[in-house]
């Protein structure tokens, strides 16, 4: 089974710029991705409908049942001019992780970040994530704090969910 779900559950909005909301952007891209992978008959779970997404400790838990999750998030920096995708993740997630920063640059042309987009769950401000320890990726699909970027990955947000749904799909399919 594939676990997708939306980063900051419960009352917490994550990061706010530009118009965009984190937790509300994170459940509409979780919402798109789970809609592609049931179409396509892949059995997968949430963590939630609409623009509401469990918190936190309901996501880890559900992350443990998945053969793969994916929590979906919005990097936020001081600096507007911050851009690309990333994915936080444990070593024996590396590839997919990697795959799946892939398909994000591919449509909407922003850069790798770290190795490949994959990033170790300790690296930077990170020292330890309870969704990576719980078996999942945290993909950061973009900086909220960039106009630019943040735009581009709205009016591509079907695709890119496409793209992420097909890596997903591809992976558990091997």
Same mark, same amino acid.
């Given at each position: 089974?594939?676990?997708?779900?939306?980063?900051?559950?419960?009352?917490?909005?994550?990061?706010?710029?530009?118009?965009?909301?984190?937790?509300?952007?994170?459940?509409?891209?979780?919402?798109?991705?789970?809609?592609?992978?049931?179409?396509?008959?892949?059995?997968?779970?949430?963590?939630?409908?609409?623009?509401?997404?469990?918190?936190?400790?309901?996501?880890?838990?559900?992350?443990?049942?998945?053969?793969?999750?994916?929590?979906?998030?919005?990097?936020?920096?001081?600096?507007?001019?911050?851009?690309?995708?990333?994915?936080?993740?444990?070593?024996?997630?590396?590839?997919?992780?990697?795959?799946?920063?892939?398909?994000?640059?591919?449509?909407?042309?922003?850069?790798?970040?770290?190795?490949? %987009?994959?990033?170790?769950?300790?690296?930077?401000?990170?020292?330890?994530?309870?969704?990576?320890?719980?078996? %999942?990726?945290?993909?950061?699909?973009?900086?909220?704090?960039?106009?630019?970027?943040?735009?581009?990955?709205?009016?591509?947000?079907?695709?890119?969910?496409?793209?992420?749904a097909e890596v997903l799909k591809n992976h558990v399919e091997k």
């Amino acid at each position: 089974m594939i676990v997708v779900t939306a980063g900051h559950g419960g009352s917490d909005p994550g990061a706010c710029a530009n118009g965009f909301e984190e937790a509300r952007f994170a459940a509409s891209v979780r919402n798109a991705i789970l809609y592609y992978l049931r179409s396509w008959g892949v059995v997968c779970e949430g963590d939630g409908m609409n623009e509401n997404n469990l918190p936190l400790a309901d996501a880890i838990a559900l992350a443990r049942k998945g053969k793969v999750a994916v929590e979906i998030h919005l990097n936020a920096a001081s600096k507007p001019s911050a851009f690309g995708v990333e994915a936080l993740a444990s070593e024996k997630d590396k590839e997919l992780s990697q795959a799946l920063c892939r398909a994000v640059a591919e449509v909407t042309g922003t850069d790798l970040r770290g190795d490949g %987009g994959w990033k170790s769950e300790s690296s930077g401000q990170h020292r330890r994530l309870g969704y990576v320890q719980a078996g %999942g990726i945290v993909l950061e699909l973009e900086f909220i704090t960039n106009k630019k970027h943040m735009k581009t990955l709205y009016d591509k947000f079907w695709v890119v969910s496409k793209a992420i749904a097909e890596v997903l799909k591809n992976h558990v399919e091997k």
